[in-house]
Nanobody, 124 residues
Framework: QLQLVESGGGLVQPGGSLELSCAASGFTLDYYSIGWFRQAPGKEREGVSCIRSRDGSTDYVDSVKGRFTISRDNAKNTVYLQMNSLKPEDTAVYFC?????????????????WGQGTQVTVSS
């Protein structure tokens, strides 16, 4: 059974940092493109970042460029999202998802395996 499990969310003050993890079971992450998405209350799900399987290339939504970094550890079958300089508007439930290896986008419809999400709250 293909499964993704996110962890690392929590409460952090503005300007702080968190690292989210996305661990896979039942499949090898390296063969897939992995995206991070977030959904704030009352808002639509937003693509945040992705890392492509084939060449490790990455992409970010403009609002997180320079603050967030996506990476993968193939030995641990895990993808990470390092989030620095967090802002209150980053508050959301964060999801990771897997897509076929040719995908390099954060279009949610291209992703077919999703985790359950982890809450990130940025507040003083």
């Amino acid at each position: 059974q293909l499964q993704l499990v996110e962890s690392g969310g929590g409460l952090v003050q503005p300007g702080g940092s968190l690292e989210l993890s996305c661990a896979a079971s039942g499949f090898t992450l390296d063969y897939y493109s992995i995206g991070w998405f977030r959904q704030a209350p009352g808002k639509e799900r937003e693509g945040v970042s992705c890392i492509r399987s084939r060449d490790g290339s990455t992409d970010y939504v403009d609002s997180v460029k320079g603050r967030f970094t996506i990476s993968r550890d193939n030995a641990k079958n895990t993808v990470y999202l390092q989030m620095n300089s967090l802002k209150p508007e980053d508050t959301a439930v964060y999801f990771c998802a897997a897509a076929p290896s040719w995908v390099r986008s954060t279009r949610a419809y291209e992703y077919n395996t999703w985790g359950q999400g982890t809450q990130v709250t940025v507040s003083s």
